[in-house]
């Protein structure tokens, strides 16, 4: 963890018009000036307050594995990204551009559980709830700074490698907010943890940060899953990564470093072709891909994320040769400390309580 910024935080909080905004409209909100609505169903908002990647995502599935054999589960979210505006609930006929790449990925990896996507989360609750299969809960997906609806649970992901503490709001740090926004978590979760994070560490984040008291802090680390092809292919499909592949890493992340770092230590040779977040390929890019393939010699294959896997599928123009050797791989949790019973049983035990209010 980084040491305190000081001076330089201090008066970078002090002059930013930003911060200020943003504390008077919590504190409207807070004080009832600004409405918040209610529903009689649990929400569970799961959010940051840092700009970029804390692994929403990742968490988010692992609480839809933990709730969808219980309960008719829906996610809501913005859809950053999509070609279209107001509420979609998407189905079997809904493309990537109509509701974003995380929404979509979700919605193919979970087909069982509802997606929508909408601007205005107030509009798009209510319309869940209007449905004829009404959800007997609701995920919000990034919404920790939407406070028009109040949720039941509100669960704050902080990245390990930038504390919140030690950054400024916007535009002097990546802060949506300051952090004295963790006052309204009820769990936190410290994500991307590396292996050997000490005691002593995790003691001094939970001083660190600005929560109620009593509310629990647990810890996560990253993990990966088996790789699979993007498409059938009659070829034998690899199941792993070892010495002696040449991998090109092909990636539209925010942090592709760690994926990078966690194939080398397979021992695999690896190039990375690095895009911007939420990035849509076009045809140049395509030819870009294939000509950095066809450059590799040896064993090789591509390697990018499932995120980028649900832009990629959709590339009309994919050359064959690439089709039959790329592959994704799942970027999953795993909540450490043998805590991961303790946070599965306060989500359970917060839905049924909520269930039984309701």
């Known amino acids: 963890m980084q040491k305190k910024k000081g001076i330089f935080k201090t008066i970078a909080d002090t002059l930013n018009p930003y911060r200020w905004i943003m504390e008077a409209r919590n504190r409207a909100f807070n004080r009832g000036i600004l409405p918040q609505h209610t529903f009689n169903v649990p929400i569970i908002c799961i959010g940051n307050i840092t700009v970029g990647g804390t692994g929403k995502t990742p968490h988010t599935e692992y609480i839809i594995k933990l709730l969808k054999e219980r309960e008719n589960v829906a996610i809501l979210s913005r859809g950053y990204g999509r070609k279209t505006k107001g509420f979609i609930k998407a189905d079997e006929n ?10 979509f990925q979700i919605k193919e990896k979970f087909p069982g559980i509802t997606v929508a996507v909408c601007e205005k989360r107030v509009t798009g609750a209510t319309n869940l709830l209007a449905d004829s299969t ?13 406070r028009h609806i109040k949720a039941g649970l509100y669960i704050l992901l902080v990245d390990y ?24 978590a009820d769990i936190v979760i410290i994500t991307k943890c590396p292996d050997n994070i000490t005691q002593e560490e995790k003691d001094c984040i939970c001083k660190s940060l600005k929560t109620k008291e009593g509310v629990p802090v647990f810890f996560s680390k990253v993990k990966y899953g088996r790789i699979y092809p993007l498409f059938a292919t009659e070829q034998q499909p690899r199941t792993s990564i070892g010495k002696g592949d040449n991998v090109l890493l092909l990636t539209g992340i925010a942090k592709p470093g760690p994926l990078k770092q966690e194939i080398e230590r397979t021992g695999a040779k690896v190039t990375l072709l690095q895009y911007p977040d939420h990035y849509n390929f076009g045809d140049s890019d395509i030819k870009e891909i294939a000509k950095r393939y066809n450059s590799t010699c040896g064993s090789k294959f591509i390697l990018t994320t499932e995120k980028d896997a649900t832009r990629l599928r959709r590339t009309s123009n994919l050359p064959q040769e690439i089709k039959e050797n790329i592959y994704a ?22 839905v049924t309580e909520d269930s039984r209010n309701s």
Not at 134 to 146: K, S
Not at 329 to 350: A, H, R, S
Request: aromatic share 8%; net charge negative; charged share 30%.
């Open 161 to 184: 490698n930038r504390p919140i503490w030690n950054d400024c709001t916007l535009p002097f740090g990546r802060l949506r907010e300051s952090d004295k926004g963790t006052r309204r």
């Open 329 to 350: 791989i799942p970027i999953e949790v795993e909540i450490i400390d043998n805590k991961e019973k303790e946070f599965n049983q306060k989500i359970l035990d917060y």
């Open 94 to 103: 809904t493309t990537m551009p109509m509701i974003g790449d995380e929404p």
């Open 134 to 146: 009404p959800p007997t809960v609701i995920l919000l997906d990034d919404a920790y700074q939407h």
